[in-house]
């Protein structure tokens, strides 16, 4: 038995656009927190990290670290929030998983530092990350559900996009916020609390994308299928693991240009604090510019033509454009047109990607299936991205790990693209996922 996407929805008019806003709002509070989180980095390291012993970069790495556990929580989160959301409904947990996220994420804004609660802090701090993880791992499976189920015929890539453009815009108004309180106030201010507003900001966002989802409709493909037989265990396993391998390079790439770039800017190449704002600033510009579009596109000529193209992109370009930034001869246009151009070959993947994924489960195990697959690959490839990055560019003095990471990882996921099978529209069909029927 092939794994399929099953009938296409006919939700049309109101309803699809509900889905569209309440499917896509979550991971805009999601990735703001994430971005904020990266971006502050070297903040929170020095009020949480530092005073544990060590110097400024054994500090960070102590960051990374627990911003990587929350990814490895994410798997968990999407076993246990998917297997709900194929149970009673994309709705329901949707609800639960927005809460979630947005308790923790303000509650980091009120945390106590170090040298307030000394070693408590930093776990304190840790088990939020812990909760924001659960509730992250379950957001992507059901925000995709609902985004595809709902998408009217032949446009499930482009809605599907919506998830990744959100993406796109959280990081931005993460990195906007960052910037503005970086200009407005002193180092001293925004080391003592600015950067507390950054998270507390979460709260009123989270009670918009809540109303939102209490006004949601149940999809109608869980609605029309709920009950249908599901697929053997081994097949969903093999198609998770496919799935993971596709989206390896867009989870790396992306948050090795999107995410760590600012501390690498200042930790590697002593780049000041706005200076690193910027440069991601324009990176997820060129992000968000393309994902829409290669959305629409994968829609007419496949999800692996466009996949396939960033990819590609990545693995040939990641290390020249890490050399310019290097290059202090280089002017700061030449730069900031690269950096744009980096966000914008990642939107290549990223547009088409949810959708690619959405296509490889059933409904009755989608929720599950696609949220382990994007899950696992983010696990292990952006939440350890930081950490691996910064450790070892510490430990080998080599200012180049960050092109070779991202074009390594894209160069598999080239690998795993290749057994996509080519149709007009990205639709499995009988047979075509060799190896999982």
């Known amino acids: 038995m092939t794994l399929i996407f099953g009938q296409r929805p006919t939700a049309r008019g109101p309803a699809a656009l509900r889905?569209?806003?309440?499917?896509?709002?979550?991971?805009?509070?999601?990735?703001?927190e994430f971005g904020v989180y990266g971006y502050f980095a070297t903040v929170i390291a020095a009020q949480f990290f530092t005073p544990a012993g060590g110097g400024e970069a054994e500090a960070l790495v102590r960051t990374y670290a627990s911003f990587a556990l929350a990814f490895f929580f994410r798997p968990v989160g999407a076993a246990v929030f998917g297997r709900l959301g194929d149970r009673i409904g994309r709705r329901p947990v949707l609800i639960l998983v927005i809460v979630l996220m947005t308790g923790a994420t303000t509650l980091i804004g009120a945390l106590p530092t170090y040298a307030t609660a000394g070693a408590l802090a930093p776990w304190l701090l840790t088990l939020l990350r812990v909760v924001q993880g659960l509730s992250a791992g379950g957001e992507f499976g059901g925000a995709v559900a609902v985004l595809t189920e709902f998408a009217p015929p032949g446009r499930r890539g482009l809605y599907g996009a919506w998830q990744s453009f959100t993406v796109a815009l959280g990081l931005l108004a993460g990195a906007g916020v960052a910037a503005v309180l970086g200009c407005l106030l002193t180092e001293a201010q925004l080391h003592d609390w600015g950067w507390r507003l950054s998270f507390l900001l979460t709260l009123p966002m989270g009670l918009a994308a809540l109303r939102l989802r209490l006004r949601l409709d149940e999809t109608p493909a869980f609605t029309r299928e709920a009950a249908a037989v599901r697929p053997p265990p081994r097949e969903v396993a093999c198609a998770i693991a496919l799935g993971a391998g596709r989206v390896m390079g867009w989870a790396a790439a992306g948050y090795t240009f999107l995410v760590v770039l600012p501390s690498y800017l200042q930790s590697t190449l002593d780049a000041s604090f706005q200076q690193?704002?910027?440069?991601?600033?324009?990176?997820?510009?060129?992000?968000?510019?393309?994902?829409l579009p290669a959305g629409a596109l994968s829609d007419r000529i496949?999800?692996?033509?466009?996949?396939?193209?960033?990819?590609?992109?990545?693995?040939?370009?990641?290390?020249?454009?890490?050399?310019?930034?290097?290059?202090?001869?280089?002017?700061?246009?030449?730069?900031?047109?690269?950096?744009f151009g980096a966000g914008a070959v990642v939107g290549l993947m990223a547009g088409p990607g949810p959708a690619m994924l959405a296509e490889l489960f059933p409904t009755t195990v989608r929720h599950t299936g696609l949220g382990l697959a994007y899950a696992l690959s983010n696990a292990v490839f952006s939440g350890c991205a930081g950490l691996i990055i910064t450790e070892t560019v510490e430990r080998t003095g080599n200012v180049d790990i960050p092109g070779y990471y991202a074009a390594a990882?894209?160069?598999?996921?080239?690998?795993?693209?290749?057994?996509?099978?080519?149709?007009?529209?990205?639709?499995q069909k009988e047979g075509e996922l060799s190896g999982c029927g």
């Open 409 to 427: 990882t894209c160069a598999v996921s080239v690998l795993a693209l290749a057994r996509t099978p080519r149709s007009g529209q990205g639709s």
């Open 276 to 291: 690193a704002l910027l440069a991601t600033a324009l990176a997820n510009l060129g992000f968000a510019a393309t994902i």
């Open 302 to 339: 496949g999800r692996r033509a466009v996949m396939l193209t960033g990819a590609l992109l990545v693995v040939a370009l990641a290390l020249p454009l890490l050399n310019l930034l290097q290059d202090t001869t280089t002017s700061y246009a030449v730069k900031g047109t690269a950096l």
């Open 19 to 32: 889905a569209l806003a309440a499917g896509s709002v979550g991971n805009f509070v999601e990735w703001y």
